[in-house]
Antibody
């Protein structure tokens, strides 16, 4: 069974960084791209970026370029999203997603990691 | 960047009714369009990909149609578990991948 299990909720102060994880199981990790999607409270979905776990090639949305970093560890079949400097408006739910093979659509979603930024 | 516009933003319907949700692209995305359903407090799930192919385990009452710039998600007979927010997403020209703003289907 394919599963993407994300790390738990985080509470951060403005100016801090956060790294969240996405543990993949039930399939060959290096064969499918992993992406990240943001959902701010009460809002829609925003694609942030993608990584090919096979070669660590990454692509970012212009909206998030320079603010986040996506990485992957093949040995632990885990993808990571690092947000470098958080501010209060950055409070959001973050989902990791598995891309359908060779496609830009997502067939599996993690349960989400809520990041709350508050002083 | 391709902009997807969904309409209506909110739809009030009764169980058993037929529902059609629209997604319009700012330029052609061929058939590279997906639909997702999101219920409160849950992650989205894939319903339709390649404009008209149902994902694994999705009931036959869900269908997708269209190509180019005009797409429709149809629910033939709305069930109680179908009240949710629905998003379209294009993957023809990326990065970036883009989503529509969402369409909420609520109980009338």
């Amino acid at each position: 069974e394919v599963q993407l299990v994300q790390s738990g909720a985080e509470v951060k102060q403005p100016g801090e960084a956060v790294t969240m994880s996405c543990k993949a199981s039930g399939y060959t990790f290096t064969n499918y791209w992993i992406g990240w999607v943001r959902q701010m409270p009460g809002k829609g979905l925003e694609w942030m970026g993608i990584i090919n776990p096979g070669d660590s090639d990454t692509r970012y949305s212009p909206t998030f370029q320079g603010r986040v970093s996506i990485s992957a560890d093949k040995s632990s079949t885990t993808a990571y999203l690092q947000w470098n400097t958080l501010w209060a408006p950055d409070t959001a739910m973050f989902y990791c997603v598995r891309h359908r093979h060779g496609s830009g659509s997502f067939d599996y979603w993690g349960q989400g990691t809520l990041v709350t930024v508050s002083s | 960047e391709i902009v997807l516009t969904q309409s209506p933003a909110t739809l009030s319907v009764s169980p058993g009714e037929r529902v059609s949700l629209s997604c319009r692209a700012s330029q052609s995305v061929s058939s590279n369009l997906a639909w997702y359903q999101q219920k409160p407090g849950q992650a989205p799930r894939l319903l339709i990909y390649d404009a008209s192919t149902r994902a694994t385990g999705i009931p036959a009452r869900f269908s997708g149609s269209g190509s180019g710039t005009e797409f429709t998600l149809t629910i033939s007979s709305l069930q109680s578990e179908d009240f949710a927010v629905y998003y379209c997403q294009q993957y023809n020209n990326w990065p970036p991948l883009t989503f529509g703003g969402g369409a909420k289907v609520e109980i009338k």
